[in-house]
């Protein structure tokens, strides 16, 4: 790279915040409408990204628009390669000199939030893994929903079962460690071509992550989660959250619960047995529907899809917790109305999992994710009301754990339009009557525009120019057009704006004082807007961890009836 004095003040900016990042991640540079890429990984992403490598002042880079932003991260990541976002942290037009801007997120293939990067019926598993001498503490994490589970494994061959169930999609060790092992080779089952990531080992000093869980979850011990005497599983753990919130710059309020588990709490399958049984993947690669998943599967929420999944690679050992499931799906395989009726309340449950969690964490959350949840909670009511006819102890104890959320659904209902649109920052999500502020924004910017209107009728007849137009830029706000057939009959007061091939723009003092009133006003009205979404969002994630309690709930029972379809099938 170039020495940093000899640099632009904005090439500088990036130089400082690349500095603070890993080799291997790739920063993406807000610039306007467009995140820019310079020196070494405008080289190494663009082919990946399928861009136009240049050059500007010796300096190479690229570009790609904010709108397709997702799908870009996407081909980064698919390289093996992380994504750091800097954005512009405050409003160009207002900044006095350079625009301020800093990393608002590290993206890895383990901290993924965006559905549309993520598999609906898979877990996307962050795996905190730390080696000791004769065992090894496991911690895993699915960001995307706030699953967060220790425990810990014995020797390499009891690591290796683990991993091939969890199949994790990046996995965080000591950094020593790491080098270590990739000079003197790995232990069977781990493989160097892993996606690993090295952490700072001080990062799993015990104590520390300890401490760091306890003021997460604001407790004095851990021992109420099942840690007693886990050492190495309380040190992943606690690496494993410093990494997340390091990479969200944020604290994951969405992880609101941690549970421990043992390996010998489900029946060892190791990756081998998991193919030749064809449980998830199929020994033929075409044959993609022969799997016992795609067999068993009907399941109607992505919540319930990843739980089922997650019992075909974990079978249960303990004949009680078999004998409960067995006798709910007998109950519901008998009351074929109560299954029905059930499955049809599901139909309209989305993801509230990585819903709630998105709001709670993610950049990109919005009014949608809002609706989505409130229509969701919406049916918890319902399926209450037919679990109350069921037989089954396991289906009676859903029915306590499916918690109904009142207060919320209103505030959501009377708060939210009906067709609500994915930005946050152009309006058009709250409805009329909510907020009488908003509301009379909206009447000066719909007055004002009224005004406009009437305007041009009035300009047109005084002028004699029966196609003159009033109209609007993003650039040049409200303007008069005229054609130039017609500029002798311009009047004196008309002011010259801007010249073009066919016509002339004008203003006039009357049109922009009129304008600042109707940009003014929409100005507000969407800043406004975008400040109550947020007292929205706080108000919903206030409810997060009784949320993911009630979908948990939600996912078992679609579980339960998708296995009770499947055997009313076969």
């Known amino acids: 790279m170039s020495n940093i004095s000899e640099l632009t003040p904005a090439m500088r900016q990036y130089r400082q915040l690349k500095d603070d990042l890993p080799e291997d991640t790739i920063l993406l540079f ?6 820019e890429l310079f020196f070494e990984d405008a080289k190494t992403a663009a082919p990946h990204m399928d861009v136009v490598l240049t050059a500007r002042g010796g300096v190479p880079m690229c570009g790609v628009p904010h709108h397709a932003l997702r799908n870009y991260i996407a081909r980064i990541l698919e390289a093996g390669l992380k994504v750091a976002v800097a954005e512009q942290m405050e409003d160009p037009r207002l900044a006095k000199g350079l625009v301020k801007r800093d990393i608002v997120q590290i993206i890895t293939p383990g901290t993924l939030l965006d559905d549309n990067l993520l ?109 007693r005497g886990l050492e190495l599983g309380v040190a992943a753990a606690g ?26 709490d489900c029946l060892v399958l190791d990756r081998i047995s998991q193919r030749n049984l064809e449980l998830t993947e199929p020994i033929f690669a075409d044959a993609k529907d022969n799997t016992l998943v795609s067999v068993l599967d009907e399941t109607l929420t992505p919540m319930g899809a990843r739980m089922l999944r997650e019992w ?19 109950n519901l395989l008998q009351a074929v109305m109560l299954r029905t009726e059930l499955r049809e309340i599901l139909t309209a449950v989305r993801d509230l999992e990585r819903c709630i969690s998105r709001l709670n964490v993610s950049a990109n959350a919005n009014a949608r994710d809002l609706q989505l949840l409130q229509k969701g909670l919406d049916e918890v009511p319902g399926l209450k009301a037919l679990l109350a006819g069921a037989s089954a102890p396991l289906l009676l104890e859903q ?34 009557g909510y907020h009488a502020e908003l509301d009379e ?56 704006k801007q010249t073009m091939v ?50 948990r709930s939600l996912a078992l029972v679609d579980c339960l009836a998708s296995l009770a379809e499947s055997a009313g099938r076969y």
């Open 239 to 264: 690496a494993l959250l410093q990494y997340v919130r390091r990479n969200l710059r944020q604290d994951a309020a969405h992880i609101t619960s941690l549970h421990s588990f043992q390996a010998q």
């Open 119 to 227: 598999s609906a019926a898979k877990s996307n598993f962050l795996l905190g893994l730390c080696p000791g001498k004769e065992k090894y503490g496991l911690a895993l994490l699915d960001l995307s929903t706030g699953d967060f589970r220790l425990s810990e494994c014995q020797g390499n061959n009891a690591l290796e079962i683990e991993l091939g169930r969890l199949r994790p999609s990046e996995l965080i060790v000591p950094s020593a460690w790491l080098e270590k092992m990739r000079e003197q080779g790995f232990p069977p089952g781990l493989e160097r071509d892993m996606p690993w990531t090295g952490m700072d080992d001080w990062r799993f000093d015990v104590q520390i992550c300890r401490e760091e869980l306890q003021k997460h979850f604001a407790v004095a011990s851990l021992d109420g989660f099942g840690c």
């Open 441 to 496: 924004l909206r009447r000066a910017s719909r007055e004002g525009k009224d005004w406009i209107a009437a305007y041009q009728v009035k300009e047109q007849e005084r002028s004699g120019i029966k196609n003159l137009k009033v109209r609007y830029n993003k650039v040049f706000g409200y303007f008069i057009e005229v054609t130039k057939a017609n500029l002798e009959l311009v009047p004196e007061d008309y002011l010259r």
């Open 502 to 551: 066919n016509a002339e723009r004008f203003i006039t003092p009357e049109l922009k004082e009129i304008e600042d009133k109707v940009l003014g006003a929409e100005e507000k009205s969407r800043q406004l807007e975008y400040e109550i979404f947020q007292e929205l969002r706080e108000k919903t994630c206030a409810y997060t961890a009784d949320i993911q309690r009630c979908a």
């Open 399 to 432: 029915r306590q754990e499916l918690l109904e959320f009142p207060e919320l659904n209103q505030l959501l209902t009377e708060a939210l339009l009906e067709e609500v649109p994915v930005s946050t920052k152009d309006g058009g999500m709250i409805k009329e």
């Open 312 to 330: 075909v690679l974990r079978p249960l050992r303990d004949k009680p917790a078999i004998d409960a499931r067995l006798d709910a799906v007998e």
């Open 30 to 35: 807000r610039m306007g409408d467009f995140y």
